[in-house]
C-alpha cells in the first residue's frame, strides 16, 4: 500500500531516556514533516525537510533531532525525555509546489512515565 | 499573527440534522486553507483545499465554503459514520510550506 508509514506506534518509556521515532514514505514525496499533537489535539509543526534537507525548524529544543537519510525518510530522535514530551507525533509528507496536500502517518502515541 | 480558530468545539447532532463547522482565520496572504477529518488513533486525512474566495467543493454529504476571512465545511443529512473531529489548516509560505492547524471541531452524530 501506499502510505506514510510510523514506527512505532506507542512509545512508554521513563524520563531521561533517548528514543526515536521512524517515518517512512513510499509516495514519491520530497517533502517531510514532523507534527506534535498535544493533549488538546492542537497539531503543530515541529521540522519539515525537503530532499534530505532541513527547511523548518519551529523553535524545538534541541533535544530533538530530527535525521533523514533519503527523500522517502524522516526519522525523529528525542534526547533526555521529559514528562511534557507525551504526546502523539505525526509524520507527513507531500509533494514541493503550491498548495499541495499533505499526508500524515496514523501517529506515535509518546507516554513519558 | 497568523492564526485559525475552529467553532464550536464539539458538535453532536442526530442523523439526517444538517449543520456546519465555521473556521475563521487572520492571515497576510492566503495560500490555501486545507480541511482534513481525523478519527481517533489515526492520522489526519485530507478532505479538501480551497484557494480563493468564492470556491466551494464537494465530497459526498461535505461541501467546503471560503471567503476572505472564514470557511465553512457544511454536512448535509449526516450519518454515524461522518462521527470525526474535522480540521482545518492554513498554508503558509516561510521559506517553505507549512499547515497551521485550528483546535479541531469533534462532531458526533447520532443514530
Known amino acids: 500500500d501506499t502510505a506514510v508509514s510510523q514506527t512505532p506506534k506507542y512509545l512508554v518509556t521513563q524520563m531521561g531516556n533517548d528514543k526515536s521515532i521512524k517515518c517512512e514514505q513510499n509516495?514519491?514525496?520530497?517533502?517531510m514533516y514532523w507534527y506534535k499533537q498535544d493533549s488538546k489535539k492542537f497539531l503543530k509543526i515541529m521540522f519539515s525537510?525537503?530532499?534530505?534537507?532541513?527547511?523548518i525548524n519551529e523553535t524545538v529544543p534541541n533535544r530533538f533531532s530530527p535525521k533523514s537519510p533519503d527523500k522517502a525518510h524522516l526519522n525523529l530522535h528525542i534526547n533526555s525525555l521529559e514528562l511534557g514530551d507525551s504526546a502523539v507525533y505525526f509524520c507527513?509528507?507531500?509533494?514541493?509546489?503550491?498548495?499541495?496536500?499533505?499526508?500524515f502517518g496514523q501517529g506515535t502515541r509518546l507516554t513519558v512515565v | 499573527e497568523d492564526q485559525v480558530t475552529q467553532s464550536p468545539e464539539a458538535l453532536r447532532l442526530q442523523e439526517g440534522e444538517s449543520s456546519s463547522l465555521n473556521c475563521s482565520y487572520t492571515v497576510s496572504g492566503l495560500r490555501g486553507l486545507f480541511w482534513y477529518r481525523q478519527d481517533p488513533g489515526k492520522g489526519p486525512e485530507f478532505l479538501f483545499t480551497?484557494?480563493?474566495a468564492g470556491e466551494e467543493k464537494e465530497k459526498e454529504r461535505l461541501k467546503a465554503t471560503l471567503t476572505k476571512k472564514e470557511s465553512f465545511l457544511h454536512i448535509t443529512a449526516p450519518k454515524p459514520e461522518d462521527s470525526a473531529t474535522y480540521l482545518c489548516a492554513l498554508l503558509l509560505i516561510q521559506g517553505a510550506q507549512k499547515l497551521v492547524f485550528g483546535q479541531g471541531t469533534r462532531l458526533t452524530i447520532n443514530p
Open positions: 480551497l484557494y480563493s
Open positions: 507527513a509528507s507531500n509533494r514541493r509546489g503550491l498548495n499541495t496536500e499533505a499526508f
Open positions: 525537510y525537503n530532499n534530505k534537507e532541513l527547511i
Open positions: 509516495l514519491g514525496h520530497d517533502t
